[in-house]
């Protein structure tokens, strides 16, 4: 039977898959045969190997070879041996990480994260970087930890994120030794420590190809207020990192190096790594060459040149190529010129959000506000440009206002933002006064920010209508509503209502819509309907997808019941062995998460040896945190 990993894993698209249509020079039978015939061939190299190579993985693929799915997928990534295909390449992936190839989760991830040649979805990226972490592969594990890092597709949490970090270094991934590095550097989920940054960088560097790591260096050592300054190693550091082709090295080794731009030599090798990083797509290193053409520094004047080069920093996102170009056509079309500014104020160009908000665009003036003070600039002019923002009538200033009162808990000055925010057709608004105003007005702004399209509105509304015990008719609406709006809390919350309501059948598909949403719960709700029988056949087998998608969720209710299906030998559709072994993984994770059931669960295995050696004074402890997080059966094993 094949293994069941991921619920949105579209098993049937892979039956679908392009044939390949080759004759083969040989036949083969067995999935791992037809994988080695189809390296022979595309080690050989040229266009028809890989071809023949492509139809071989097929077949391996076809005959359940892991591997050979992944290389196949590559392959339709790639355009090797077979059209490019990137739909079907995910196909292959998808295929290959159901039959547990970590690598190939990991690839599918990636796809799903950048969007490239499939629909972007950074929920999908999420399970497929934790299948791949689940499986050892310590990119995947470095990958999930950015998302958590960055809070794309998940709530932000630095601690996570560096916890999934250290186990891909622990796991050998050089990516995550990278992170690691950066997360020490900056105190991002761990305490902030310069020379344990610098040892893993150094670490990094003593291999070869890794000229981010020697950039990374070189950042640390070039800022005074760090442990080991050191211009010269920095210079040295960032020369390694250019000339191993990392654009970011060029630039900074040029901007250490403009104070010298009086001497000629110094002149000519600006010149050379501005040019490098721009040849590297590196948007600063662009602008800065633009630059050098703009004001004759070091070269001859050439504005043709220089727009060249700004307008390619510009494409590269970079807020002073189009800051620049948008200067230029100031005096002769205005319109063009606004354009080129709004790209600058979007790519973080304080110049070009300052003109803009000076032509009365409010929210660049909301921009502009939001730039002074996320880079620590001028906490007062961050307040003065998100008060005109706001007084212009830009919610997103008064928003903005809001926010930063309210980490100073000044609510009597919150309110009137918020008021302001709603009333200028702010969902967030509308929202944000629904959940912290006072207690008679809740439900008017909670449906006024339903009616803006809040997702999240419609839910809190309905919520507060069963707190209140109000048997209102519109609460299943408002559920519905907030689900069609792509709410996986709001959908979950649908699903419970119908499951009370024992509308078991509508009930089921809604908790897939949640659990392919990102919703823990509604995976977990969803295989819980498959172990109790309820609307359909009991079916371990089912609920397992649905518990291994909650549990890659992060959802340690899913990961508990993942665990008892495999220590019971309930995991497939029919009884099999038991496997502790297993069990034990899921346990141990959901402890870890902070489920003192979890713990308890995992405490039993090491008290009898399940899976594990046996271990009491691991069990024990064990036992005590299940207790400290108020499970009983914990506390009652203490005694």
Not at 138 to 155: F, P
Request: proline share 2%.
């Amino acid at each position: 039977m094949k293994k069941l990993i991921i619920v949105w894993l579209l098993a049937a698209s892979v039956l679908y898959a392009k044939m390949i249509d080759v004759n083969l020079p040989r036949a083969c039978s067995y999935g791992k045969e037809c994988f080695k015939m189809g390296n022979e061939f595309f080690a050989r190299g040229g266009k028809q190997n890989e071809i023949i190579a492509a139809a071989y993985y097929q077949r391996a693929c076809q005959r359940e070879h892991s591997v050979a799915c992944a290389y196949l997928g590559l392959a339709y990534a790639e355009g090797r041996g077979v059209a490019r295909d990137i739909p079907e390449a995910a196909r292959q992936l998808e295929k290959a990480c159901m039959l547990d190839y970590g690598e190939a989760c990991m690839h599918l991830g990636v796809l799903y994260e950048e969007g490239d040649g499939v629909e972007k979805n950074e929920i999908k990226a999420r399970v497929s970087y934790a299948a791949a972490c689940e499986r050892d592969n310590g990119t995947g594990c470095a990958r999930l930890g950015l998302l958590y890092l960055e809070g794309k597709g998940v709530k932000r949490d630095p601690s996570l994120a560096f916890r999934y970090i250290e186990k891909g270094v622990n796991l050998g991934s050089g990516m995550a030794y990278m992170e690691l590095a950066k997360l020490y550097a900056n105190g991002w989920g761990v305490k902030q420590d310069d020379n344990e940054a610098i040892r893993l960088y150094e670490n990094i560097c003593n291999g070869p190809g890794y000229g981010e790591a020697f950039l990374g260096l070189g950042l640390l050592l070039q800022d005074k207020k760090r442990a080991r300054y050191n211009l010269d190693e920095a210079k040295e550091s960032f020369r390694i990192a250019c000339n191993q082709e990392s654009g970011k090295g060029c630039t900074a080794l040029g901007r250490l190096l403009e104070p010298e731009a009086d001497k000629e030599k110094a002149r000519k090798e600006i010149k050379t790594l501005y040019e490098e990083a721009c040849r590297l797509k590196n948007g600063e290193g662009c602008a800065r060459l633009g630059g050098l053409y703009a004001e004759g520094r070091g070269v001859a004047i050439d504005p043709s040149l220089a727009k060249q080069y700004f307008t390619k920093a510009c494409e590269l996102k970079n807020g002073q190529g189009c800051f620049e170009l948008g200067k230029a056509l100031a005096k002769t079309d205005s319109n063009e010129s606004k354009k080129y500014y709004k790209e600058a104020c979007r790519y973080g160009s304080i110049k070009g959000c300052t003109i803009l908000c000076d032509a009365d665009d409010r929210e660049a003036c909301a921009d502009l506000g939001t730039l002074y003070a996320k880079r620590d600039l001028n906490n007062t002019l961050a307040e003065k440009y998100w008060s005109k923002a706001c007084e212009g009538g830009a919610a997103s200033g008064c928003l903005k206002l809001a926010e930063w009162y309210g980490q100073n808990d000044q609510n009597t000055t919150v309110f009137p933002y918020l008021e302001k925010a709603c009333k200028l057709g702010s969902a967030e608004g509308c929202l944000r006064l629904g959940l912290v105003g006072k207690q008679k007005q809740r439900p008017k702004f909670l449906k006024k920010a339903c009616e803006l399209k809040s997702a999240e509105g419609c839910r809190r509304l309905a919520e507060l209508y069963r707190e209140k015990q109000i048997s209102k008719p519109e609460m299943r609406q408002l559920l519905e509503r907030s689900c069609a709006l792509g709410s996986p809390e709001g959908c979950t919350a649908l699903g419970i209502h119908l499951l009370q309501k024992k509308a078991y059948k509508e009930a089921g598909p809604v908790f897939e819509k949640a659990c392919d949403l990102g919703s823990g719960k509604g995976c977990f709700e969803r295989g819980r309907m498959y172990t109790d029988a309820k609307g359909v056949r009991r079916n371990d087998a089912d609920a397992l997808r649905f518990f291994r998608q909650g549990c890659l969720l992060d959802h340690t209710y899913s990961c508990n019941s993942l665990g008892f299906l495999y220590e019971n030998g309930e995991y497939m559709a029919e009884l099999t062995h038991p496997n502790p072994r297993r069990a034990w993984y899921y346990y141990r994770k959901s402890c870890d998460l902070g489920n003192g059931g979890g713990c308890a669960l995992l405490a039993t295995l090491y008290e009898k040896g399940m899976g594990i050696d046996q271990n009491s004074t691991e069990a024990v402890k064990l036992y005590r945190k299940a207790c400290d997080l108020g499970v009983d059966y914990g506390c009652r094993h203490l005694k």
